[in-house]
């Protein structure tokens, strides 16, 4: 199980983030996360999810189902395609996507971004460092990521930011 706990600066407690894959066949699973604010001291996020990956085409797609703790109930289609860059697959491009519908099939929400990772290996012994940058396309605001080891630190140009601590 991943677990990490993460706290962004429009947020007003810590929460605690877990997510489990359970193998279906070779390359397909079904995978939960949840989130526990732990200022209220339940869950505010639920989601499980059937994921596909394509390892000869550099995708995957996932088909699944969240609830929302002010939300409610959402279905939800995501999926993701990576270009490798270099040679070495220590730079990447990826466009990734996202579709929500609310369970009544009223309400839409989308996500849309580009993004170039550079993968840098043992800069130190034992420290791994991802650079990321990316642009929200649906809602054009430009974003810059950098995680060492377990922490990650996620900015935009518009002031919000989140840190990441994986257990």
């Given at each position: 199980?991943?677990?990490?706990?993460?706290?962004?600066?429009?947020?007003?407690?810590?929460?605690?983030?877990?997510?489990?894959?359970f193998?279906?066949?070779?390359?397909?699973?079904?995978?939960?996360?949840?989130?526990?604010?732990?200022?209220?001291?339940?869950?505010?996020?639920?989601?499980?999810?059937?994921?596909?990956?394509?390892?000869?085409?550099?995708?995957?797609?996932?088909?699944?189902?969240?609830?929302?703790?002010?939300?409610?109930?959402?279905?939800?289609?995501?999926?993701?395609?990576?270009?490798?860059?270099?040679?070495?697959?220590?730079?990447?491009?990826?466009?990734?996507?996202?579709?929500?519908?609310?369970?009544?099939?009223?309400?839409?929400?989308?996500?849309?971004a580009?993004?170039?990772?550079?993968?840098?290996?043992?800069?130190?012994?034992?420290q791994?460092?991802?650079?990321?940058v990316?642009?929200?396309?649906?809602?054009?605001?430009?974003?810059?990521?950098?995680?060492?080891?377990?922490?990650?630190?996620?900015?935009?140009?518009?002031g919000?930011?989140?840190?990441?601590?994986?257990?």
């Amino acid at each position: 199980m991943e677990t990490s706990l993460r706290y962004a600066g429009d947020s007003k407690s810590l929460v605690i983030h877990a997510k489990e894959k359970f193998p279906l066949n070779t390359f397909t699973h079904l995978q939960g996360h949840a989130e526990l604010d732990t200022k209220i001291g339940a869950p505010t996020y639920l989601c499980a999810m059937i994921r596909q990956y394509f390892p000869d085409q550099f995708a995957s797609l996932g088909v699944g189902v969240q609830y929302y703790r002010r939300q409610k109930l959402w279905y939800t289609v995501r999926g993701k395609k990576e270009f490798p860059v270099t040679a070495n697959n220590s730079v990447n491009f990826h466009i990734k996507g996202k579709y929500d519908v609310d369970e009544k099939l009223l309400e839409r929400k989308s996500r849309v971004a580009a993004e170039f990772t550079w993968d840098i290996m043992d800069v130190k012994k034992d420290q791994d460092v991802r650079l990321k940058v990316g642009y929200e396309v649906i809602e054009k605001v430009p974003y810059f990521q950098f995680s060492e080891n377990n922490w990650t630190l996620t900015v935009n140009n518009i002031g919000k930011w989140k840190v990441k601590y994986s257990l």
